[in-house]
């Protein structure tokens, strides 16, 4: 019998009837002959309300207490979801991430998976339960509760996948499958049947939200391919393809760019003083280690270094941003309110004529660049956060609905002259 695993995100289960559809959903899995484990996330906003409630005692909460706190959300959902399940007839049990043996670090709200010991999961599959887990959550060697960051609930449902052998890897979501970029922001976005690893990772790093980074590091790794999906809208699906397989299965008309992305939650925090002639460098790197660092550059003995992190973990931007401003002075400065915009594409890193392309459009379209960087797979461009939206759809229109008009002139073109020949 196949193993599936089915992650749900916050609004897939954000009500009571869409929790009663996603249970008639995993029924149906069970009823076509396969093993089910579902991840749920926290319903609907639930997550940005305890985030509220504390924020109402306290502006710098305890990290413990925040975790316990958080994890409350994801125990709710795995557990109405469970009674769901079990009103449809079928057998189901909801479990913790501490009774699934997900062992994570002691980085409180950003925690990494270190093991997973999946016994009582085996257990309760072996006697044929639908197993619901609650995403999002670990527990550390001493026992206590940790939370995997922002998306967290995609990282479980991976390692779950991975440390259980499991058939098939399923997140299903209020968007239908992966686009070449956010269609909020750029409606002419198409969408994609297929990606590598590499290039998915890259898009969920620089910004889109349709999967955590983390969580597709983690399948590529272990070798789990990947399909995401819309909970409640049958029709498109885009498969994530790990590293080893990902090189035999597209195309040699495989696009220079796959995607553009862009993010508002950036943080830049610059050396002003030489960081390697003081203890300033590791102070800061203690205040930071909790949180996702974006991009980075060190700098050498006589230079400045750049610091990029994402502000989504800081429970509020504005207090963190005085409180280091006022505990390291003038020895570093923090800038708030950036962005970034990048453009992905299997091998983009090696091909400096796309790179001076995106430049020239920049600058073009008099969008000020404070800072560059790129990777194999990705250019990725650092400005103010109000210029994101409008370099997106500037990106997008050139590299990506413009070279897919030149290829359908090319294929028409093509088409006519062996019509030609025929003839």
């Known amino acids: 019998m196949k193993l599936i695993v089915q992650k749900y995100g916050g609004s897939s289960v954000g009500a009571i009837e869409k929790l009663k559809a996603v249970a008639r959903k995993v029924v149906e899995t069970r009823k076509n002959g396969n093993n089910v484990l579902v991840v749920v996330s926290a319903m609907g906003d639930s997550t940005d309300d305890l985030v509220a409630l504390a924020r109402q005692l306290s502006a710098n909460p305890s990290r413990r207490e925040f975790d316990v706190l958080l994890s409350t959300g994801e125990n709710t959902s795995m557990a109405l979801l469970s009674i769901a399940i079990q009103e449809l007839g079928e057998d189901a049990i909801s479990l913790t991430?501490?009774?699934?043996?997900?062992?994570?670090?002691?980085?409180?709200?950003?925690?990494?998976?270190?093991?997973?010991?999946?016994?009582?999961?085996?257990?309760?599959?072996?006697?044929?339960?639908?197993?619901?887990?609650?995403?999002?959550?670990?527990?550390?060697?001493?026992?206590?509760?940790?939370?995997?960051?922002?998306?967290?609930?995609?990282?479980?449902?991976?390692?779950?996948?991975?440390?259980?052998?499991?058939?098939?890897?399923?997140?299903?979501?209020?968007?239908?499958?992966?686009?070449?970029?956010?269609?909020?922001?750029?409606?002419?976005?198409?969408?994609?049947?297929?990606?590598?690893?590499?290039?998915?990772?890259?898009?969920?790093?620089?910004?889109?939200?349709?999967?955590?980074?983390?969580?597709?590091?983690?399948?590529?790794?272990?070798?789990?391919?990947?399909?995401?999906?819309?909970?409640?809208?049958?029709?498109?699906?885009?498969?994530?393809?790990?590293?080893?397989?990902?090189?035999?299965?597209?195309?040699?008309?495989?696009?220079?760019?796959?995607?553009?992305?862009?993010?508002?939650?950036?943080?830049?925090?610059?050396?002003?003083?030489?960081?390697?002639?003081?203890?300033?460098?590791?102070?800061?790197?203690d205040l930071i280690a909790k949180y996702d660092l974006i991009f980075g550059t060190t700098g050498t003995s006589d230079e400045a270094a750049d610091i990029f992190i994402s502000n989504l973990e800081i429970p509020d931007p504005a207090v963190f941003v005085r409180e280091f401003q006022m505990q390291f002075g003038t020895q570093a400065k923090i800038m708030d309110e950036l962005g970034a915009v990048s453009l992905v594409g299997f091998g983009l890193g090696s091909r400096p004529a796309s790179l001076l392309e995106a430049c020239t459009l920049l600058h073009h379209a008099e969008i000020p660049v404070l800072k560059s960087f790129s990777s194999r797979e990705s250019f990725s461009f650092v400005m103010a956060g109000r210029f994101v939206n409008e370099a997106v759809r500037l990106m997008h229109r050139a590299f990506i609905e413009s070279r897919r008009e030149r290829l359908s002139v090319a294929v028409s073109a093509a088409s006519s002259q062996r019509k030609g020949v025929m003839a």
């Open 97 to 285: 991430g501490a009774q699934c043996g997900i062992m994570t670090n002691d980085v409180y709200s950003n925690a990494r998976i270190l093991e997973i010991r999946p016994d009582r999961v085996r257990e309760e599959l072996a006697r044929g339960a639908i197993v619901v887990v609650a995403g999002f959550q670990g527990v550390t060697g001493k026992g206590e509760v940790t939370t995997l960051g922002r998306g967290g609930s995609d990282t479980t449902a991976v390692a779950l996948a991975a440390a259980l052998n499991a058939d098939a890897c399923e997140i299903y979501t209020d968007v239908a499958g992966v686009f070449t970029a956010d269609p909020r922001v750029v409606p002419q976005a198409r969408y994609l049947e297929e990606l590598g690893a590499r290039e998915m990772q890259e898009l969920a790093w620089t910004g889109a939200k349709v999967l955590k980074a983390e969580a597709v590091e983690f399948a590529s790794s272990n070798n789990v391919p990947v399909v995401v999906r819309s909970t409640f809208e049958d029709g498109h699906n885009t498969w994530i393809h790990p590293h080893s397989a990902e090189e035999t299965v597209f195309t040699p008309h495989r696009p220079d760019v796959a995607g553009v992305s862009g993010r508002t939650d950036v943080l830049r925090i610059t050396f002003v003083q030489a960081p390697f002639r003081s203890n300033g460098y590791e102070r800061i790197f």
